[in-house]
Each structure stands twice: as structure tokens, then as C-alpha cells.
């Protein structure tokens, strides 16, 4: 059974920078597709950014592209996601999931997920 724990959410300014992390555990493949989620109060669970854990490709909304960098240390068994110029929209419960690759798409039918982290971005 695969685990996720989320850490690093927080309170920040606009154009302030945190950087999350996601420990895993308990998969039995190199071969995942890892990712990001964010919901915002009152709005739907979107996709941020994702990373196919056997050939390190990444894939990021195009509202963070620029702005967030996902990375995995497998050593550490840790997904990363550093946030930098944040928004105000950026505000969100942040979400850790993984899946079996190769799949159709990035952005759904994720299998495993974390617990959250929150993060809030002020003005």
C-alpha cells in the first residue's frame, strides 16, 4: 500500500516562495506517475504539476508554469514541489497522489493520496 505524507504548506505574501514535500512509501515500482493537486474553498481538485517517475518528464498547468518546478529525489523517496512568485489563487489545500504509469493522461485517476498540506497566499 503506497503512502504519502505531505510537509512544508504554510502562510505566505504574494511573491513569496515555499517548497513542499511529499515522502512516499510502500510502492514496489520505479514507474509512477507522482503528483501535485490543489483545492481552493468552493472549487473543484485541479491538477498543478505531475512528474513520470522512470523518465523524470514533468507536466505542469498552465496557470504555475514558470512559477512551480516539481522534482523527485529517489534516494529519498521524496516528491518536491517548489513554489515561487505566488499568488494570492495559489491559496489551497495541496494534495500529494500517485498512480501506476503509463497512463492516458497526467491529470486523473490517481490511485494514492496524501492528507494535504495547506497553503495561503495573502495579498
Known amino acids: 500500500q503506497v503512502q504519502l505524507v505531505e510537509s512544508g504548506g504554510g502562510s505566505v505574501q504574494a511573491g513569496g516562495s515555499l517548497r513542499l514535500s511529499c515522502a512516499a512509501s510502500g510502492y514496489t515500482s520505479s514507474r509512477l506517475y507522482m503528483g501535485w493537486f490543489r483545492q481552493a474553498p468552493g472549487k473543484e481538485r485541479e491538477g498543478v504539476a505531475a512528474i513520470e517517475t522512470g523518465s523524470g518528464i514533468t507536466h505542469y498547468a498552465d496557470s504555475v508554469k514558470d512559477r512551480f518546478t516539481i522534482s523527485q529525489d529517489m534516494a529519498k523517496n521524496t516528491l518536491y514541489l517548489e513554489m515561487n512568485s505566488l499568488k494570492p489563487e495559489d491559496t489551497g489545500m495541496y494534495y500529494c497522489?500517485?498512480?501506476?504509469?503509463?497512463?492516458?493522461?497526467?491529470?486523473?485517476?490517481?490511485?494514492?493520496w496524501g492528507q494535504g498540506t495547506q497553503v495561503t497566499v495573502s495579498s
Open positions: 497522489a500517485a498512480k501506476r504509469w503509463p497512463s492516458i493522461t497526467w491529470l486523473s485517476d490517481y490511485n494514492y
